[in-house]
């Protein structure tokens, strides 16, 4: 697995990058091809939290963990078992969902132009890939990145959809013709 390791207001220092790679290559034996997987890792602190992000992009679907303690020893321990986890707990689901998967996929890319004389109020921006895909695959989807929405292209509804964690816990949909 190709790391990218990253600090955020924290120098990386070798002993912290060696724990990562050490942590994250125990991540090798759940994919087929490691080697081709590019996986990012973002060290931050906020006051006397260090937090670690982890996101480890795939062909079919994306990993993403996210994890605060006051130490960041523990912080990378806890966010690998937290990866683990996800992949256990939807290892039946993704075997199931992507054996019988087409040779193709179609890739639509958001590029935006961004306006540089108005200054926005827009903090982060996000370029999206989306996949073809049903409404239970966009659900795990949504789940294995732990957001409470995902955008994704609908193939039985032939649109691009939105679907969102609703307050009660409940599932929604957004249909965008």
Known sequence: ???????EKVVVTSAIKDYVEEKMSKMDRYFENPEDIKCSVLVKV???????????PTSKFTLRA???HADLYAAIDLV???LERQIR????????KYKNTPAFEMNFAFESEEDEETPSKIVKRKNVEMKPMDEEEACLQMELINHDFFVFKNIEEE???????????SIGIINVK
């Open 66 to 68: 996210e994890e605060a």
């Open 89 to 96: 707990k939807n290892k039946t689901r993704l075997n199931n």
């Open 46 to 56: 906020k006051n006397n939290e260090q937090k670690i992000e982890v996101t480890v």
């Open 1 to 7: 697995m190709q790391l990218n390791i990253r600090g």
């Open 80 to 82: 690998i078992d937290k």
């Open 159 to 169: 649109c691009v959809s939105v679907i969102y964690k609703r307050k009660d816990g």
